[in-house]
């Protein structure tokens, strides 16, 4: 056979995995939300990291593909400049169309250049089933405490398109922020 051929051959078998990897992963997104701080110089230092700007520069969706998510923790942070001082939403989410049984698990959040709390998911008020300073669509099986599988000390949030958990953060005018946080792909056992 040419050499020309099984190259052909190589690139369909590279575009045929890829196009499964599409249909059965999920992948991370994290919003931020604000009413009218404009986030600018807007930057990652991963070329894996997606950031996608909306409504004028006020939204920003941070997208990790489903291709570069493991089952393993691994790292992510992007950087934006605050066009004011405020309250910025931050929305941790998975991509759409990912399979029932799969979560995008979230530890270890915290920010340079702004206040962010209980990132790493640890305090809880007592008696409450959701960590002190998040909200959002919890279910009880979303918080997960196993020290064995946390990034950091107990408890890790599990989250999807349609189960995302949020919290707000406080920034000042033209000081750069950089959100960090870990991620890695779950599958439970059974779909719900
Ligand atoms: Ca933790």
Avoid at 39 to 51: N, Y
Avoid at 94 to 115: C, H, L, M
Avoid at 133 to 158: D, I, M, R, Y
Avoid at 162 to 189: C, G, H, S
Wanted: hydrophobic residues 40%.
């Amino acid at each position: 056979m040419k050499k020309a051929s099984l190259l052909a051959i190589a690139a369909l078998a590279a575009l045929s995995a890829q196009a499964q990897t599409t249909e059965k992963s999920i992948g991370s997104d994290v919003r931020l939300l604000s009413k009218d701080i404009v986030l600018s110089d807007v930057s990652s230092s991963s070329a894996s990291v997606k950031l996608n700007q909306k409504a004028e520069g006020t939204r920003l969706d941070v997208i990790i593909d489903q291709a570069f998510l493991s089952s393993e923790w691994a790292p992510y942070s992007f950087t934006f400049t605050p066009s004011a001082s405020g309250t910025i939403n931050i929305e941790f989410r998975g991509t759409k169309e990912a399979p029932a049984n799969q979560y995008v698990a979230y530890d270890t959040i915290s920010a340079q250049g702004a206040e962010f709390r209980n990132g790493g998911f640890e305090d809880f008020a007592p008696g409450k089933p959701s960590p002190k300073f998040w909200w959002g669509e919890f279910k009880q099986e979303q918080v997960c405490k196993n020290p064995e599988l946390a990034q950091s000390g107990t408890t890790f949030v599990l989250s999807r398109q349609d189960k995302p958990f949020r919290t707000n953060f406080k920034v000042t005018a033209n000081q750069p922020v950089t959100i960090t946080y870990f991620i890695k792909r779950v599958m439970l056992e059974s779909a719900e």
